[in-house]
Nanobody
Framework: QVQLVESGGGLVQAGGSLRLSCAAS????????MGWFRQAPGKEREFVAC????????FYGDSVKGRFTISRDNAKNTVSLQMNSLKPEDTAVYYC????????????????????WGQGTQVTVSS
């Protein structure tokens, strides 16, 4: 089983940037699609972005498209989320997740596509 630990969250003003990182241990992530989700208070967990196992393809939720960029470094067993032009509505706990199946050719935007989750990191964007 893989352990995922997110970092990089914090408080930022609207229009600012943050870079989240997800460090994996216990198993290599190199064969798995990796995703980021977020959950704001009182709301359901929302898909943010995902990246295929070889890093060649990415997919984003509509609310972050053009502002966020997901990337991965399989050699370092890490996944990152660069967040630019942040808005107050981006405030949430952000979670890193590993897909349920290796070498997937599909993008997964639903939680059930992911088997392993980190504890989350808080991102707060002030207006």
């Amino acid at each position: 089983q893989v352990q995922l630990v997110e970092s990089g969250g914090g408080l930022v003003q609207a229009g600012g940037s943050l870079r989240l990182s997800c460090a994996a241990s216990g198993r290599t992530i190199g064969s798995y699609l990796m995703g980021w989700f977020r959950q704001a208070p009182g709301k359901e967990r929302e898909f943010v972005a995902c990246i295929k196992w070889n890093g060649g393809n990415t997919f984003y939720g509509d609310s972050v498209k053009g502002r966020f960029t997901i990337s991965r470094d399989n050699a370092k067993n890490t996944v990152s989320l660069q967040m630019n032009s942040l808005k107050p509505e981006d405030t949430a706990v952000y979670y890193c997740a590993q897909s349920r199946w290796p070498y997937s050719t599909n993008f997964y935007t639903e939680e059930h596509g992911y088997a392993d989750w980190g504890q989350g990191t808080q991102v707060t964007v002030s207006s």
